[in-house]
């Protein structure tokens, strides 16, 4: 007897003094910098101020694609869209999926025995490539109560941390049943939260607002969220964005957006209680993100900067040498994944996919953790891939940022770019619209003909020219950084199984050995 308990005190001692290491990842929708974190002074933002105290923020942070859906698959596979399947959005008739044998992080996951959680906006599939084991989404609630109703979202995050530790519990009282086999610590967890604001909903929900800004705030029809406390601004308050148009229609729609700001940030104040209450703040590894661009022109859909670039905080209570330290390094969304792979310390199987049937599929972005150590020196450049957002938006572009130049490859130039139905119903892009018809200044900075219509190849020099105007592939002094960034963006293509590596004048033909075979086609 004496034996037996001195065991269970050594175990119980090993237990305490193995480190236990979790995940919390916190994904805003269309959100962007109108946070106090980026030097938004207008809108209140203290939960997320909080954070960043705590955090590395890093100041040069790119989606690797500037939409819903395959940003989504892009941050929880670590492989760009193009290589994942996911092309464009997954839910209605447009009906894009992952390829059924991507390991996606939450499966990878789960076979390393680690608990799972996924609440609000999920819009990946299929649901094989992407399992939680507790799950509150739009494929089985309101996407508006998992996504917005930050009450909800409060006590779903509660709800998992319970479960959590009553499998535990269990665990236990099964080990006391069967004593010769010492179990019953607590696995790890990865919980996803993904938040439906700053979406627009002007389109799917008008009643609430362009922003689903009034979605509880306990107006006649509204609803009540118990727990948000509604923030209002006026039109002249707002800080518009370079890119946005400086307009009374546009200020009065980034008033409504800010609203929706102040909403997610109570909301992430409320899951970052349940953290610490549930006792994990100093376990968690905590990284904050969005999925891409803001939904106003030039922003989301586009992978221009103002399209790509995005809020991300990473915390991690084991790194606390650059807690509220800017990062200048060059990251992007698809580090996500390996960056979480590497916390659990969980190794990447190996395995192909139809883009590259022959070759081991790789990530291709790093793991972060380094960087909350000591700033990198090395990391410059990031790409990104988009194909579709909507079924009807077919505009295939590719891109490479390394340092101050950003070049991009559409290449259906020849076609007007597309415009998503939420963005085109919007206060903003019809005011653009009627202007333009009607010839009135836009106060904009392009016209809406330079913005449909596009060259072939972009470059830009964002230190002489942040807003991406002045196109300098046809400046002959540029000529060496233009062949090194087509090298370098086709090499990752190539490294990443992109099916449209040889368009638009060539053709893929990767039957025997993938090669691009020249269509003559006058481009």
């Known amino acids: 007897m004496l034996l037996e308990l001195a065991f269970v005190i050594l175990a119980s001692c090993c237990t305490a003094e193995s480190k236990r290491r979790n995940v919390l990842l916190i994904i805003a929708d269309d959100a962007g910098f109108e946070t106090e974190v980026y030097n938004n002074s207008v809108v209140h933002t203290p939960h997320l ?26 941050i929880l596979t670590g492989l760009p869209q193009h290589q994942n399947g996911m092309y464009g959005l997954h839910q209605g008739v447009h009906h894009f999926n992952s390829f059924d ?61 319970q479960t959590h530790k009553e499998e535990v519990f269990e665990s236990r009282h099964r080990t006391e049943e069967n004593k ?93 209680q349940e953290l610490r209450e549930a006792g994990y703040e100093n376990d968690t590894l905590v990284i904050y993100s969005s999925d891409n661009g803001i939904p106003f022109p030039n922003g989301r859909t586009n992978l221009y900067r103002s399209g790509t670039a995005e809020p991300m905080l990473v915390s991690s209570p084991e790194h606390r040498e650059r807690w509220g330290d800017t990062s200048q390094a060059y990251v992007s969304l698809l580090d996500i994944t390996p960056t979480i792979l590497d916390w659990f310390s969980v190794p990447y199987p190996s395995y192909s996919l139809p883009g590259s049937s022959t070759t081991p599929v790789h990530l291709t972005g790093r793991s972060l953790l380094p960087a909350l150590v000591t700033e990198p020196s090395s990391w410059h450049t990031v790409y990104a891939s988009q194909s579709l957002h909507e079924i ?110 040889c368009g638009p004048d060539y053709v893929l033909e990767d039957k025997l050995e993938p090669h691009c075979r020249p269509l003559y086609n006058g481009l």
Not at 49 to 74: D, E, G, I, M, Y
Not at 103 to 110: A, I, R, V
């Open 392 to 501: 009807t938006m077919y505009y295939p572009t590719r891109s490479v940022h390394q340092g101050a130049y950003h070049l991009l490859h559409n290449l259906h130039y020849r076609m007007p770019f597309p415009i998503d139905q939420d963005v085109y119903v919007s206060p903003t892009f019809q005011d653009l619209l009627n202007r333009t018809r009607l010839s009135e200044p836009t106060h904009w900075f392009k016209s809406l003909q330079q913005y449909y219509y596009r060259e072939r190849w972009e470059l830009y020099d964002a230190r002489s020219d942040p807003l991406e105007t002045r196109n300098l592939v046809s400046d002959p002094s540029y000529s060496t950084v233009l062949e090194s960034l087509r090298q370098s963006l086709q090499k990752w293509q190539w490294e990443t199984g992109d099916p449209w590596v």
């Open 49 to 74: 101020r909080s954070l960043a105290k705590r955090s590395l923020v890093f100041s040069n942070a790119f989606t690797s694609v500037s939409s819903c859906s395959p940003s989504r698959s892009a």
């Open 180 to 272: 010769g086999n010492i179990k019953g610590e607590e696995r790890p967890f990865f919980l996803y939260v993904a938040f439906h604001d700053t979406h627009r909903c002007g389109h799917s929900q008008p009643q609430y607002g362009a922003f689903c800004e009034k979605f509880g705030n306990g107006e006649m029809g509204m609803g009540r969220i118990p727990d948000w406390t509604p923030e209002y601004y006026t039109p002249e308050q707002v800080k518009v964005p370079p890119f946005v148009p400086d307009t009374p229609a546009a200020r009065a729609d980034l008033a409504a957006q800010y609203t929706t700001v102040s909403r997610l940030d109570q909301g992430i104040g409320l899951v970052l």
């Open 101 to 161: 044998g991507v390991q996606s992080l939450p499966l990878l996951l789960s076979k390393a025995n680690i608990h799972t959680g996924i609440i609000g906006k999920k819009h990946v599939g299929p649901g094989s490539v992407y399992p939680f084991d507790y799950a509150y989404t739009e494929e089985n609630n309101s996407v508006l109560q998992v996504g917005r109703n930050i009450t909800r979202i409060k006590l779903l995050v509660r709800k998992f941390f």
